[in-house]
């Protein structure tokens, strides 16, 4: 066995302390963010004070679902172990669920948001800053959770400031740390003044 240690990057999700699952007998649809039947999410957005990123291991299985019920079947595990009939063991779920075992089924794919809460790294290889944040960034991709000025930088701070072309040059260091702390933690500015998203301070 190789010694290299082998680590699940995460998905990152807002996330309230909340969320949603899939309860058996329930009707069921293709998510269209991820393509799948979603049987557990969390809930929260951008725009929920309440919510923050936070790391989720996301998983698909192979479940079989009732076509023209449009819900998933609870398979029979005691005969699906014993025989490793996997028609036998939906039809006989369906008969458990208190439909007829002639429902015609097929197979999709469903997904679930699960927590990450063992097997976690040690200390000693925890995660830099600059992984999630900063241009060079590879672990979270904050663009894609919403993070994003909601115009050109000009347009931006011209709402407030006199545009200064310097500004606006690439060779011009920002320190962004300071930059935001001035205006959300002094100037406690909702985040709406730059961004497309409000998540305004409480006073």
């Not at 949603?20 to 957005?45: C, F, K, R, W």
């Not at 779920?93 to 976690?120: D, K, P, R």
């Not at 000025?149 to 690439?170: L, T, Y």
Request: glycine letters at 6%.
């Amino acid at each position: 066995m190789s010694s290299a240690s082998h680590f699940l990057c995460p998905v990152y999700r807002f996330w309230n302390r909340f969320s949603e699952g899939y309860a058996l007998g329930d009707t069921t649809y293709i998510d269209s963010m991820t393509g799948y039947y979603l049987t557990s999410q969390p809930v929260g957005g951008i725009n929920d004070p309440a919510s923050k990123p936070y790391p989720f291991k996301f998983k698909t299985a192979a479940q079989p679902l009732a076509t023209a019920l449009s819900r998933l079947i609870a398979l029979d595990t005691s005969i699906y172990f014993a025989t490793g009939n996997y028609d036998a063991a939906v039809r006989q779920g369906l008969l458990n669920m208190g439909f007829s075992s002639s429902e015609s089924y097929s197979t999709v794919t469903t997904a679930e948001y699960q927590l990450i809460t063992h097997e976690m790294r040690p200390s000693s290889r925890a995660l830099s800053c600059t992984q999630c944040h900063g241009s060079s960034a590879t672990q979270m991709n904050l663009k894609e959770l919403g993070y994003i000025i909601k115009d050109s930088r000009q347009v931006v701070c011209s709402q407030c400031h006199k545009w200064n072309g310097e500004w606006a040059r690439k060779d011009v260091a920002v320190d962004f740390n300071k930059l935001h702390k001035l205006h959300v933690t002094e100037k406690r500015y909702d985040c709406a003044a730059c961004h497309g998203f409000s998540r305004k301070t409480a006073s």
